[in-house]
């Protein structure tokens, strides 16, 4: 496809909860790089957790994968879209999903054994609010400096949050009442193999280049287009963090 049409497609193509199949084989990334395994974190804790409350689950689809899920589970999702979308997914589960519009967690003191996020936003003290007293918070997060090749690229600031990264995060729980028990910390490569994926990316990533429209950036992108077109990859570097926290 040329310019116009990739544009084209990556402003329209639908996208639904965080299915990330819509990438596959457009945008690559080294996922064997990442020294650990999410799922394989939370699965590991899923035995000994009577609750469980799982932070900005998109559609739903990686806490669905989990089953059999604690007895009581519930699930926020502060994305409107996808609130429907989840809740037809794991309503039949036995999960309850919220929608959110702020850091405050709809729930009482101590509600939960155990709880997770996966690049979603929390607030430590919320989650310390929520989480019982032996209870156990684990997440993955995107870390400020992911793909900041796309904002040089185009000539755009850098993210506002390009501070976030595991010291800071471990530091916000730390003085939010937790013990940080397990951390770690990557790069990892990727690449965008035509523009069309880079357009979806950004358009359903509005944070990381505020502001994005096609003119503001045109010229940059032509000359994104012309490299992808003629064989060569954009490629850039994600990056993760991982921890695992208690109440102190």
Same mark, same amino acid.
């Given at each position: 496809? =040329? ?19 819509? *990438? ?13 395994? +999410? ?8 035995? =000994? ?29 502060? +994305? ?13 589960? =036995? ?26 936003? +929390? ?37 506002? +949050? ?30 965008? !193999? ?13 944070? !990381?280049?505020? =502001? ?12 994104? !287009? ?7 990859? *954009?490629?850039?570097?994600? !990056? ?9």
């Amino acid at each position: 496809m =040329g310019f116009d049409e990739l544009i084209a497609e990556g402003l329209t193509k639908p996208f639904v909860g965080w299915d990330m199949g819509v *990438f596959r084989g457009r945008f690559t990334e080294n996922a064997h790089a990442v020294p650990w395994s +999410y799922e394989k974190l939370v699965r590991e804790r899923l035995p =000994g957790a009577a609750s469980l409350l799982d932070l900005g689950t998109g559609g739903g689809e990686l806490l669905a994968s989990l089953a059999p899920l604690p007895p009581r589970t519930a699930a926020t999702e502060g +994305y409107e879209p996808n609130v429907p979308v989840a809740r037809e997914r794991l309503e039949p589960l =036995g999960v309850e999903v919220t929608e959110v519009t702020d850091d405050r967690l709809p729930f009482p003191d101590g509600s939960f054994s155990l709880v997770t996020s996966r690049h979603a936003a +929390y607030d430590a003290r919320e989650l310390r609010r929520v989480l019982t007293a032996d209870g156990v918070f684990v997440t993955q997060q995107v870390g400020g400096r992911d793909v900041e090749e796309i904002n040089e690229a185009l000539g755009a600031p850098p993210h506002g +949050y390009r501070g976030f990264d595991l010291a800071s995060a471990a530091g916000e729980l730390t003085a939010a009442g937790f013990d940080v028990v397990w951390q770690a910390e990557c790069r990892v490569p990727a690449a965008f !193999h035509d523009l069309g994926a880079l357009v979806l990316f950004l358009r359903i990533t509005p944070w !990381h280049v505020p =502001g994005f429209t096609v003119d503001r950036y045109e010229a940059a992108l032509r000359a994104l !287009h012309e490299r992808m077109a003629g064989g060569e990859p *954009f490629r850039v570097t994600c !990056h993760r963090f991982a921890l695992i926290a208690r109440p102190s």
